[in-house]
């Protein structure tokens, strides 16, 4: 069956580069979405389509996927982006990865 | 701008049928999909199922045999039943648009229920 596989964790200091990975066999062969989940908030979109940022996303968000990987990557991390990322495909159903923790410290 | 507020009853009791309500403002529910994914308490997301095209749907193949989503066009409203309910269904459940069937582009703030 189809898996998504992310760290659940990861740390990234303020101002630095965070890269949250997703991994599932020819993944590349999907699109990706990713959502970021505050503390007892919904998940919000910030990237479709492997590459793509909904309107009012920072541009510090991008995504790519090649391989078995897929990756969200923030640049300039920021404390407001403290959060739960999850990847998602659709592989004749939905689904999601286990989601990843992202600390700012 | 797409809103969606979803309603439930909060507790239900174990093997009893699980009834949500999602309340569409913004977009008529007759076009693009809509969607119930859930979460356990610290845990991730699951996907439940869609509905799109007015009457088609797709399940998590793990849910297919108790759920069933539903909409109302004249109440502009999306609906979840979940049989036979036990205390793992306990979760925050979602309601979330879509403009196709691979993405979710809006969410509600989510209804939390337990089953006990």
């Known amino acids: 069956s189809s898996e998504l596989t992310q760290p659940p964790s990861l740390s990234v200091s303020p101002g630095q580069t965070a890269g949250v990975t997703c991994t599932g066999k020819?993944?590349?062969?999907?699109?990706v979405s990713w959502y970021q989940q505050k503390a007892d908030q919904s998940p919000l979109l910030v990237i479709y389509?492997?590459?793509k940022r909904p309107s009012g996303i920072p541009d510090r968000f991008s995504g790519s996927n090649s391989g078995n990987t897929a990756t969200l990557t923030i640049r300039g991390t920021q404390s407001i982006d403290e959060a739960d990322y999850y990847c998602q495909m659709w592989d004749n159903r939905v689904v999601f990865g286990g989601g990843t923790k992202l600390t700012v410290l | 701008q797409v809103q969606l507020q979803e309603s439930g009853p909060g507790l239900v009791k174990p093997s009893e049928t699980l009834s949500l309500l999602c309340s569409v403002s913004g977009v008529s529910i007759r076009s693009f999909y809509w969607s119930w994914i859930r979460q356990p308490p610290g845990r991730g997301l699951e996907w439940i199922g869609y509905i799109y095209s007015s009457e088609s749907t797709d399940y998590n193949p793990s849910l297919r045999s108790r759920a069933t989503i539903s909409m109302d066009t004249s109440q502009n409203e999306v609906s979840l039943k979940l049989d036979a309910v036990t205390a793992a269904d306990t979760a925050v459940y979602y309601c979330a648009f879509g403009r196709d069937g691979y993405k979710f582009n809006i969410w509600g703030q989510g209804t939390r229920l337990s089953v006990s």
């Open positions: 020819n993944l590349d062969s999907k699109y």
């Open positions: 389509e492997d590459t």
